[in-house]
């Protein structure tokens, strides 16, 4: 093989670039537990995507390149795939008589009450500030520790219950 000097440039170059792109993904999807059940896997790693994007969108709003219209789209989607997401888990546990049912809806109701002001801040005043710590500095620890703890419970309960 023919090696050049080029290459040697084009190393740190082709780093560089794929460092920025890591950074603008808030949460790396093979960071995500997987869980017994697919349907639960596929809407954490939509969650994921869905986050990524949000968060990208935040900081671009913050640097006046997207407008405040396409974030409120995005920060409803957000919102939405949330409400649909514990719901639908909720649904599973109480189909299949998971016995922890209350301790987990707890949690998302605890979550569910900590979001809601973001998005109504949101909504009132256009500062993204409060939902981006969130989603920098609360949601993806928490939602990696619910995931591996119980989601992955709940998952298998359910899978071995037949769903």
């Known amino acids: ?37 697919d349907e639960m896997n596929d809407t954490h790693l939509n969650e994921v995507e869905i986050v990524n994007n949000l968060f990208e969108h935040i900081r671009s ?10 974030l409120s789209g995005l920060i409803d989607q957000f919102e939405a795939h949330v409400a649909q997401h514990f719901s639908r888990e909720e649904q599973l546990m109480q189909t299949f008589g998971f016995p922890a049912f209350f301790v987990h809806k707890s949690e998302h109701d605890r979550v569910r009450g900590e979001m809601q002001p973001l998005f109504d801040a949101w909504r009132q005043n256009q500062d993204p500030l409060p939902l981006k710590n969130y989603l920098e500095n609360v949601h993806p620890g928490w939602a990696k520790n619910h995931i591996a703890t119980m989601d992955m419970m709940t998952a298998l309960f359910i899978s071995k219950a037949g769903g």
């Open 1 to 37: 093989m023919h090696f050049s000097f080029m290459h040697l440039i084009s190393f740190p170059v082709i780093f560089g670039l794929l460092t920025e792109i890591q950074a603008l993904m808030l949460i790396d999807k093979s960071d995500i537990p997987v869980v017994a059940l």
């Open 61 to 70: 709003f913050e640097a006046k390149e997207t407008d405040a219209a396409a």
